[in-house]
């Protein structure tokens, strides 16, 4: 096999492990996980004693959870009668009364992607019950679109306008990352048709411009995955502070898809790298032969 042939043979082998690990990065649900148990654990051993045994795993219900067959908001009794706006009557309302305390707020083991966010099963026996019986959804699914809430009266005006602007931003964050990642995928496709198509026609020509779409893949991938760190920032720093951020000991990262896509980014700048460089490196090689001959003669 020609060396041109071999380098384009191996361009497509790594576009084409790029090309799958890209797309198992996209449809799995491991980007980002959160696990709270160091947290629990803490908040059970600063609280031991202070409650009575019967009651420290009580079961309490969570109505910020996903619930199934909640009611319409509209016909929602709103805490506190007409004309208060105290804060609360908000906090009872979102289900927030115990979480001015640090360990007030329940917190569960999740693992999200693009497209869902879901409880892990098995570590928490609260949110099994939960499921189990129905009361809870396992999977959320994450939204790309913005839907004007409905303005509730006895939440205070200026904390509804930023959640709802902090909203709006974040759903800009989740749209590029998913549109610029559906476009590498899109370009990397293309790149490796025509990688494929080089070896049966205008093999220089269609070799560079297989790198440059591999490149190019690259860039869309670099973007997505940089807007992608950008929302988890943005959502981990939203306010109010309660509701969105986490406490110092809840472990939380990125997780293998997010890997695989890295990894993705990795091979197919590689096999971008080796599209483009070659020919450079050819022509070298033969002027340095050339040369070399003119000195012999």
Known sequence: MEPRALVTALSLGLSLCSLGLLVTA?????????????HKESCERSRSGADPPDQKNRLMPLSHLPLRDSPPLGRRLLPGGPGRADPESWRSLLGLGGLDAECGRPLFATYSGLWRKC????IDRDIDTLILKGIAQRCTAIKYHFSQPIRLRNIPFNLTKTIQQDEWHLLHLRRITAGFLGMAVAVLLCGCIVATVSFFWEESLTQHVAGL?????????TISLCTYAASISYDLHRLPKLIYSLPDDVEHGYSWSIFCAWCSLGFIVAAGGLCIAYPFISRTKIAHLKSGRDSTV
Not at 119 to 122: A, D, V
Not at 213 to 221: A, E, N, P, S, V
Request: with cysteine; net charge negative.
């Open 26 to 38: 996209i449809f799995t649900d491991h980007w980002y996980e959160t696990d709270p148990r160091r």
């Open 119 to 122: 409880y892990f099963l098995g």
């Open 213 to 221: 779409l591999f490149l190019m893949t690259g860039i869309f991938c």
